[in-house]
Nanobody, 121 residues
Framework: QVQLVESGGGLVQAGGSLRLSCAASGRTFSRYNMGWFRQAPGKEREFVATISWSGSSTYYGDSVKGRFTISRDNAKNTVYLQMNSLKPEDTAVYYC??????????????WGQGTQVTVSS
């Protein structure tokens, strides 16, 4: 069992940066691949990024590639999402998840409660 708690969301101007954190409970965190997803009002949940259990492999959604960076610190049971050059269309609730190294929500077993990111123009 893994419990996930996101933090770091907020209001930022377009072009700005935010770093999201996702703290995991449980000693098995390092066994899980981790992902970030986002969901805007009226839209489906969208894949943002995923990172392998060791941190050696990452994969990004097309809309964030080159702007966002996913990383993890297994000693701290935490995964991060560094978001740069933010755009108004990045506004959404951001969720972290634990599961497979995949881009579809169904491949993840555990989810956090989400953190709101709002980018003003």
């Amino acid at each position: 069992q893994v419990q996930l708690v996101e933090s770091g969301g907020g209001l930022v101007q377009a072009g700005g940066s935010l770093r999201l954190s996702c703290a995991a409970s449980g000693r098995t965190f390092s066994r899980y691949n981790m992902g970030w997803f986002r969901q805007a009002p009226g839209k489906e949940r969208e894949f943002v990024a995923t990172i392998s259990w060791s941190g050696s492999s990452t994969y990004y959604g097309d809309s964030v590639k080159g702007r966002f960076t996913i990383s993890r610190d297994n000693a701290k049971n935490t995964v991060y999402l560094q978001m740069n050059s933010l755009k108004p269309e990045d506004t959404a609730v951001y969720y972290c998840a634990a599961g497979r190294f995949a881009r579809t929500p169904d491949e993840y077993d555990y989810w956090g409660q989400g953190t709101q990111v709002t980018v003003s123009s």
